[in-house]
């Protein structure tokens, strides 16, 4: 059994998967000097994104195609009805939908190919397209890239994640977590966060309602499906901790890797009793599922684990010292994005839709209605960071030994390249 002791820490020694393994294959990486490729074939980035979407489609996104054939979404008949008008307005007219949107959206920031072309620029997400990124997918369907003088190309993490990626060169952009990121800094990594696509932390612990874990207390003795990182051990710990249970109890929890496998379908297996999942995307497709869960969200547990910000929009220091036009009309660009799925996420989710048809429709629209008024939350603008935010948090890290000391958080963050100004 794979136990936690309770300051966090692994019981004994085991295997690291995911984000943690793409960061030591980063500092390998980086220490050689030789930064990684991204996947090419010569084709289009459509091609490319459309073959990245094919063998390596996760379990979750071809579970949800499976429910939706098998049960007609049943469940999902409210919220076809509400989208159906907006689905109607998205296709009605591009070219107008899109000259109508530039024109009410003022000044952009701009740049420029030497050719007076499109400049070239590559994001990488941190998965599959999900209403996380509903924003990207928006500005991309609008125009909006094209506006700021881009072309931008979007791509799935595959052999090379968005964080090893960037920090490598081989992506201009990538999609992150602020843990993922300060623990690339405290190896030195140059990764710079210049959005917060989230506000506040929407990620729960979800353990199966018949277990009736009712708090973190409540986890002893239960199967934890890991996905290899650092963070969940010790974020786990100290939940336990904070509600009470004894050392004992939180060195009882056995850690399953589970790998990059669909926690949900695990839980309903019967193969883990406890995931740490997103609620705006896993909790709403287990209700669309009859998939009952204690949820334990971590923003309502902010006296024991700071809030921290994720996902986050990343590019690297070079870039920002070389072309901060290009990271200015990128965050600018993707700003609008999202300030558009906030204001009218129905006409959001059909546009995120249409770039990803193998989303299951109803859990698309469930959830960007969900999440879109979280995007921006009680900030002064879309991606706003506060360094209290970084500063707590890393200060926590390094607390429970996830790495050696704080790092330096003003490295960290940058709300410079954001339109608007902040609070």
């Not at 409210?78 to 000044?107: C, F, I, K, N």
């Amino acid at each position: 059994m794979n136990a936690i002791h309770p300051e966090g820490r692994p019981a004994r020694s085991r295997p690291l998967a995911g984000p943690i393994l793409s960061l030591l294959a980063l500092a390998a990486m980086l220490a050689a000097c030789t930064p990684p490729q991204l996947p090419t074939d010569g084709s289009r980035p459509e091609a490319r994104r459309a073959a990245s979407l094919g063998p390596s489609a996760t379990r979750e996104a071809a579970a949800a195609a499976t429910h939706a054939a098998a049960t007609g979404e049943a469940a999902a008949v409210g919220t076809e009805a509400r989208a159906a008008d907006a689905g109607a307005r998205v296709t009605a007219s591009d070219a107008e939908r899109d000259a109508a949107d530039l024109a009410d959206a003022g000044p952009i920031a701009r740049v420029a190919a030497e050719d007076g072309g499109l400049v070239p620029v590559t994001l990488m997400l941190d998965w599959v397209p999900n209403t996380n990124h509903t924003g990207i997918f928006v500005a991309q369907a609008r125009g909006y890239f094209e506006a700021a003088g881009l072309d931008l190309e979007i791509v799935q993490p595959g052999e090379v994640y968005a964080d090893q990626a960037v920090a490598g060169g081989a992506a201009d952009f990538g999609i992150s977590y602020q843990e993922a990121l300060t623990l690339a800094r405290s190896m030195d990594l140059p990764l710079v966060s210049v959005a917060a696509i989230v506000q506040h932390n929407s990620s729960a612990f979800a353990s199966r309602a018949e277990l009736g874990a009712r708090s973190a207390a409540d986890y002893t003795g239960l199967r934890y499906g890991s996905f290899g990182t650092p963070f969940e051990l010790p974020t786990l710990a100290a939940l336990m901790d904070c509600a009470g249970a004894l050392p004992e109890a939180i060195d009882s929890v056995e850690s399953v890797n589970a790998g990059l496998s669909d926690p949900l379908a695990l839980l309903s297996e019967d193969r883990i009793d406890l995931a740490w999942i997103f609620q705006g995307w896993q909790g709403i497709q287990a209700e669309r599922e009859g998939i009952a869960l204690d949820l334990l969200p971590l923003e309502a547990q902010r006296d024991c684990i700071p809030d921290y910000y994720t996902p986050i929009l990343m590019t690297r220091e070079q870039t920002i010292d070389e072309r901060p036009e290009l990271v200015a009309a990128l965050v600018g660009a993707v700003s609008r994005g999202y300030r558009f799925a906030i204001e009218r996420p129905l006409e959001a989710a059909e546009l995120l839709l249409e770039a990803a048809p193998e989303l299951d429709r109803g859990l698309v629209i469930d959830s960007q209605t969900w999440l879109s008024p979280r995007y921006q939350a009680d900030a002064s603008r879309w991606g706003e960071q506060r360094l209290d935010v970084w500063d707590a948090y890393g200060d926590w890290m390094a607390a429970q030994g996830i790495m050696p000391a704080p790092i330096d958080a003003r490295s960290a963050f940058s709300n410079a390249f954001l339109p608007g100004e902040g609070g």
